[in-house]
C-alpha cells in the first residue's frame, strides 16, 4: 500500500537555525498538508497546498514558515529560524481530493530545537 | 465555529470490557467524520470514517445528527487497543476542506 515518507525522522537544532522538513506524498496525490503535533498535544493543521500554491493556512504558519514542492515529488516544510516553541512532531500529508476524502499521513518528523 | 471535543483525555478499561470514546463535532455544514488512530508515536492511520460505515480492528462509530456525535464503540476490548485517538470533521470553508482534530483521548486497556 502507498504510503507517504518523511525525512528526517528525527532532527535536533539549535534556535535559530533553519530547518527543512521534506515529505513525499503518495504518488497520485494532488493536495498536501502539514500537521504539527506539540508533545501531549493536540494534531494542529499548519497549511494546505494545492496545485504549487498555497491553499489555507492556520494563524500557526507564520512568516518563519513556507512550503515549496521543488521537484514533482517532494513536498518541504522550512522554518527559517526556529524558536524553541517549534519543537514538535510535523506530519506530512496528502489526499486525492479536497472533497472529504480521506487524508494519509506520513510517520512525522519530530523537530528538536535546543 | 467547527470544534471537536473529545471529552475524555485518558479512558482506561479492562481486556475485554467495552470501550466507548466520545467525540462530539460542531459543525454548520454537512461534515465526514473520521477517527484516527495513533500507536506509541507512530503515524496517525485511519480507522474509521462514517461514510464507509464499516467496522475496523471490532470498533464501530455511528455519526448521530441530532446529538452531532460520533463515538467510537468496541464491545470487547483488547491489550493491542491501547493507543491514542483522535476524532476528525473534514468540512468546506471558504471554498476548501480541511480537518480539524479533536484532543485525542488515551485508551489504556488493562490485563
Known amino acids: 500500500e502507498p504510503e507517504v515518507t518523511q525525512t528526517p525522522s528525527h532532527q535536533v537544532t539549535q534556535m535559530g537555525q533553519e530547518v527543512i522538513l521534506r515529505c513525499v506524498p503518495i504518488s497520485n496525490h494532488l493536495y498536501f498538508y502539514w500537521y504539527r503535533q506539540i508533545l501531549g498535544q493536540k494534531v494542529e493543521f499548519l497549511v494546505s497546498f494545492y496545485n504549487n500554491e498555497i491553499s489555507e493556512k492556520s494563524e500557526i504558519f507564520d512568516d518563519q514558515f513556507s512550503v515549496e514542492r521543488p521537484d514533482g515529488s517532494n513536498f518541504t516544510l522550512k522554518i527559517r529560524s526556529t524558536k524553541l516553541e517549534d519543537s514538535a512532531m510535523y506530519f506530512c500529508?496528502?489526499?486525492?481530493?479536497?472533497?472529504?476524502?480521506?487524508?494519509?499521513f506520513g510517520e512525522g518528523s519530530w523537530l528538536t530545537v535546543v | 465555529a467547527q470544534r471537536v471535543t473529545q471529552p475524555e483525555k485518558l479512558l482506561s478499561v479492562f481486556k475485554g470490557a467495552p470501550v466507548e470514546l466520545k467525540c462530539n463535532y460542531s459543525y454548520s455544514g454537512s461534515p465526514e467524520l473520521f477517527w484516527y488512530v495513533q500507536y506509541s508515536r507512530q503515524r496517525l492511520q485511519l480507522l474509521l470514517r462514517h461514510i464507509s460505515r464499516e467496522s475496523i480492528k471490532g470498533f464501530t462509530a455511528d455519526l448521530n445528527k441530532g446529538e452531532t456525535s460520533f463515538h467510537l464503540k468496541k464491545p470487547f476490548a483488547q491489550e493491542e487497543d491501547s493507543a491514542m485517538y483522535y476524532c476528525a470533521l473534514s468540512g468546506k470553508e471558504s471554498g476548501t476542506y480541511k480537518y480539524i482534530f479533536g484532543t485525542g483521548t488515551r485508551l489504556k486497556v488493562l490485563a
Open positions: 500529508a496528502s489526499s486525492d481530493s479536497f472533497s472529504g476524502n480521506t487524508i494519509y
